[in-house]
């Protein structure tokens, strides 16, 4: 495993009209992956209910990421449809990741590129493949790649099923998703979890 010396930030562009119940949780499952110090989250409307909430578990931006005048050095972004797939051994050579916080459409609309990538012209682009992440499974597998681990050395699945109602299955949905396998499990915040099951979708 490749040392390194300091945590990296991961910051996530939201690109929601809102901040959907759905998102807050999976906001929340993102900073307890890597620690509320090392998450940022950009582009949130001061006036949205729940942008108190977003700042117990996160440090939370209202302008973009691409208008911040931090001037941020070495930064990757991360867009399935650009770039090439992130290795571990150039790492050391980020800072900064930045995810699009996005609700993912099948097919993928690509808003990453439009909306984010071509905004931030300094900034490095790689991908995680071709398919479709959860926002949180994104950053999770960039963590691990962080630490070491190459891409091709985790597993997936591909697709995730929601099964509804109680003793026989009522009724199921399919989130046609990209998820890395933690402990042999899908990665998936168990309140976005309840949330699907009792809204019955996003």
């Known amino acids: 495993m490749r040392p390194f010396s300091k945590m990296a930030t991961y910051i996530i562009e939201h690109l929601e009209p809102e901040i959907w119940e759905w998102c807050l949780y999976e906001y929340k499952h993102i900073s307890n992956i890597v620690g509320k110090e090392n998450l940022w989250i950009t582009n949130v409307n001061i006036k949205d209910k729940n942008f108190v909430k977003l700042k117990k578990f996160a440090r939370v931006f209202e302008k973009s990421v691409a208008d911040l005048s931090l001037d941020l050095k070495r930064v990757c972004i ?3 449809e650009g770039g090439k797939e992130l290795k571990p051994a150039e790492t050391s050579g980020f800072d ?18 439009p909306e ?11 991908n995680l493949g071709k398919e479709q992440f959860p926002t949180d499974n994104a950053v999770y597998v960039v963590k691990e790649i962080v630490s070491g681990i190459a891409l091709e050395k985790m597993k997936f699945k591909d697709g995730l099923t929601i099964k509804l109602g109680d003793g026989k299955v009522l009724e199921e949905f399919i989130l046609p998703f990209k998820y890395v396998l933690v402990n042999g499990k899908p990665l998936i915040s168990q309140k976005v ?5 009792s809204k019955k979708g996003f």
Do not use: E
């Not at 900064?96 to 459409?105: A, R, T």
């Not at 979890?193 to 099951?197: C, D, E, I, P, V």
């Open 78 to 80: 991360l867009d399935a």
């Open 96 to 113: 900064y990741y930045v995810f699009g916080g996005i609700l993912g459409d099948s097919p993928p609309r690509k808003r990453t590129g």
């Open 116 to 126: 984010l990538t071509v905004r931030m012209k300094g900034a490095s682009v790689r």
């Open 193 to 197: 979890l309840k949330y699907l099951r």
